[in-house]
């Protein structure tokens, strides 16, 4: 045998020994990824029929924002900018929100330091006499 002919028959084996390697393993792949996208492409057909369905139906519009007038609690004696931004962090914006409010549930708003005296009592009891007078101008108008 020559080197020529060692060399043809080579090629030809390892050609086959490819081909053989190629239809047991890369043959089968294929199939099961072409399984795969035929299973994706049903899932996709499934998730555009629920977007189309969710797209028809009417959405609801959001409620309007409740639009609050805000009193400056800055008014009361006692209560300065960073007070008055805790009560409003609390949902307390008006005098009478705050005059509804007990000395406790204050105090617990405010959250002040030992060394600050703070007389919430007072707070609300100026409040109270605040909204009062409003409430008076309202119905005097």
Do not use: H
Request: net charge negative.
């Amino acid at each position: 045998m020559t080197f020529i002919t060692g060399l043809i028959i080579g090629l030809i084996i390892g050609w086959i020994i490819e081909w053989v390697i190629d239809l047991l393993y890369w043959r089968r792949d294929e199939s099961v990824m072409q399984q795969r996208l035929i299973e994706a492409e049903e899932r996709i057909r499934e998730l555009e029929a629920v977007l189309a369905e969710r797209q028809s139906t009417p959405v609801a519009a959001p409620p309007s924002p409740v639009i609050r007038e805000k009193d400056n609690l800055e008014r009361i004696n006692g209560i300065g900018p960073v007070f008055a931004k805790r009560l409003n962090n609390a949902g307390i914006f008006t005098f009478a929100e705050l005059a509804a409010e007990t000395p406790e549930r204050v105090l617990e708003i405010i959250n002040p330091e030992e060394w600050q005296k703070i007389e919430p009592e007072l707070w609300l009891e100026e409040a109270r006499q605040i909204a009062q007078k409003a409430n008076q101008l309202i119905k005097d108008k």
